[in-house]
């Protein structure tokens, strides 16, 4: 990680020091420095709003690699290559969290106010963000202007530092402010004091649940144990109890739905919905079907097989060719395109009830907490469902009517949701926890369809499923493999240059691979 100095306000606040400046700014007692008080509550905006990234969002890029969305045509919508290189990088909410926890220790006195313990949640995001996807970073020195080349932490102790950052900031929000006020008003989620906590402690979950091919080598990490702990007392662990404490980030008329904001709301045509989710949705009969693409023909549109995903394995030539005669499914450009605010599409969650409700399933699957059996499993992956079908604006307890779109926005007529042989048909598998691990990761990753970042293709990193397309010429890698991770960022290589050489020597050999697991996922 290249060295990290703390931040000057000039970095928060809108200041009128132009380029043409002249002189020493340090001579001016006015000026800002690093000493400067800096208002909290400007830190907690910018942190919130860089938190989420542009590929992240709806029709980001993320969403080909979880293969959510398929492109048939370059020119608008790129190719379905993954062919990773250099990661990106955490540096600017490491820095920001480190200046939120100087700016919370100077200005309130102490270690356990509420912007101290958030402080706490974006250093630990920060680097679990690129650990997932690299492998060994810098964390201890990370940040600390004594060490102009940090030394990289094992991937290892990342997770563990990471998660008692996390425990930490639950501990210090449980007594910080009333649990009803809102956090900050710079908060651009606009959370409460409570539902921040059950956002940290839900994300909390998250990491646990990808640490699960580790959970029984690496007993110092005690994944079972905090996951049993969360889970058996909601007293000490708030976690979210429904969508309405989701991590949603909310699109406007300024702030534009993300496939208004790029210019692309025109090219719906270029691009086609995955075979991997079609192929879930329509073989359980799936009412979401419905909502997230079109039929491939008029006629008879309540029958699932008239919806077909398009596989990113194919040709891109083969592609553009077979969705110019229409033979797969498009977006639904009713609800995906019907307002430039995203107002007619689903939230954009980014940490939410719905995989929380799944990765409590799984823990308890996989037999993490002794004192909860497969039914409570199954009752948290009913709730999974149920909060996914409430995000689509469905109710699993009664048939909706929805509309079917065309590719263009227009109608073509409506279906009547038959909800009850789509739950016989994902009904929990009581008899096989093989077989109800497989649901439970079926049902997790169409809940995070178009949304949660990269977390559909992180689950299937770390199970192997749902099946994703591999082996086509389309993904652009050698045998048509997908990445296991990505290189380290160009920066890090270039500035801390002989810590990284023993990073990749430790764990790959000497030789950066994108299709060689870390510790993590190996």
């Known amino acids: 990680m290249k060295a990290l100095k703390l931040i000057t306000a000039t970095f928060v606040l809108a200041m009128s020091i132009t380029g043409c400046q002249k002189g020493n700014l340090n001579s001016n007692p006015n000026a800002i420095n690093a000493n400067s008080v800096i208002p909290v509550s400007l830190i907690v905006n910018h942190l919130t709003?860089?938190?989420?990234?542009?590929e992240e969002m709806p029709f980001g890029d993320v969403n080909k690699s979880n293969q959510f969305q398929v492109s048939n045509y370059a020119k608008y919508w790129g190719t379905n290559e993954d062919t990773w290189s250099y990661s990106a990088h955490?540096?600017?909410?490491?820095?920001y969290a480190i200046q939120l926890e100087v700016q919370a220790k100077a200005q309130l006195g102490n270690t356990t106010n509420k912007y101290y313990a958030m402080s706490k949640f974006f250093r630990a995001y920060s680097a679990i963000w690129l650990a997932q996807r690299v492998g060994d970073i810098p964390m201890t020195q990370a940040g600390d202007i004594n060490f102009l080349t940090p030394a990289f932490d094992t991937q290892h102790d990342v997770y563990k530092n990471s998660l008692k950052l996390l425990d930490d900031a639950n501990t210090i929000l449980a007594t910080a402010g009333s649990p009803t006020t809102v956090f900050d008003s710079g908060d651009i989620f606009g959370l409460t004091n409570l539902q921040w906590q059950k956002v940290i402690n839900s994300y909390r979950l998250r990491i646990l649940i990808s640490l699960s091919k580790r959970a029984d080598d690496n007993a110092d990490l005690n994944v079972k144990q905090q996951f049993a702990a969360i889970v058996g007392s909601a007293a000490t662990y708030p976690i979210m109890t429904g969508n309405s404490d989701n991590l949603v980030y909310k699109f406007n008329a300024t702030n534009l739905y993300p496939i208004f904001a790029t210019g692309s709301n025109s090219y719906n045509n270029f691009m086609n919905?995955?075979?991997?989710?079609?192929?879930?949705?329509?073989?359980?009969?799936?009412?979401?079907?419905?909502l997230m693409a079109t039929p491939v023909t008029t006629t008879n549109v309540a029958d699932f097989s008239n919806y077909l995903g398009a596989d990113p394995g194919t040709s891109l030539a083969t592609l553009q060719n077979e969705a110019a005669t229409g033979k797969y499914s498009f977006f639904n450009a009713q609800r995906y395109l019907g307002n430039a605010s995203g107002a007619t599409a689903e939230p954009f969650i980014f940490i939410g009830y719905p995989e929380m409700a799944f990765n409590i399933?799984?823990?308890?699957?996989?037999g993490w907490a002794s004192t909860l059996s497969a039914a409570d499993a199954k009752a948290w992956y009913d709730k999974g469902i149920a909060a996914s079908f409430s995000n689509f604006g469905l109710s699993v307890t009664s048939n909706s009517t929805v509309t079917i779109s065309d590719v263009g926005g227009k109608s073509l007529g409506t279906v009547t949701t038959d909800n009850a042989t789509f739950l016989a048909n994902v009904s929990y598998n009581l008899g096989s926890s093989t077989a109800a691990l497989a649901q439970i990761l079926q049902q997790k990753y169409v809940a995070f369809f178009m949304n949660s970042g990269w977390e559909a293709y992180f689950n299937h990193r770390r199970t192997n499923l749902p099946a994703l397309s591999e082996g086509g010429t389309g993904l652009g890698t050698a045998g048509g493999k997908l990445p296991r991770r990505w290189l380290y960022p160009l920066d890090e290589i270039n500035s801390n240059n002989a810590n990284y050489q023993k990073a990749i020597a430790s764990q790959f050999g000497g030789t950066e691979d994108v299709f060689k697991d870390t510790w993590l996922t190996k």
């Not at 709003?49 to 542009?54: E, K, P, Q, T, Y």
């Not at 955490?90 to 820095?95: M, P």
């Not at 919905?273 to 009412?287: E, M, N």
């Not at 399933?361 to 996989?366: D, L, V």
Request: cysteine-free; aromatic content about 6%; charged content about 30%.
């Open 361 to 366: 399933a799984e823990g308890i699957n996989r």
């Open 273 to 290: 919905v995955g075979k991997p989710v079609l192929d879930i949705t329509t073989s359980t009969k799936d009412p979401r079907t419905y």
């Open 90 to 95: 955490s540096y600017e909410i490491l820095k």
């Open 49 to 54: 709003a860089i938190l989420i990234r542009s």
